[in-house]
């Protein structure tokens, strides 16, 4: 019987998807969690701590960089 990877320990090391787009990030990188907690908090949506951990995990799988 095969074993199946950990999943877990799989997500840690995995790098995150980079994405390139000018004009939308200004001069370090950014990721998506990052850009979700900044726009629902620019129309008063209050961060919880649900919120917090998922920014955490968006920000490990995308992040948007400046166009090189």
Known sequence: MKQQPDRQHA???AQPRVV???GFV????IGL?????RS????GI????G???R???LNKKIVFVPKI
């Not at 969690?33 to 907690?37: A, D, L, Q, R, S």
């Not at 629902?40 to 129309?43: E, G, K, P, Q």
């Open 33 to 37: 969690g990052e850009v979700i907690k």
């Open 46 to 49: 209050k961060p919880c701590g």
């Open 55 to 57: 920014a955490a995990r």
């Open 51 to 53: 919120c917090i951990e």
């Open 20 to 22: 390139r787009i000018p």
């Open 40 to 43: 629902t908090s620019a129309i």
């Open 11 to 13: 997500e840690t090391q």
């Open 26 to 29: 200004s001069d370090e990188p």
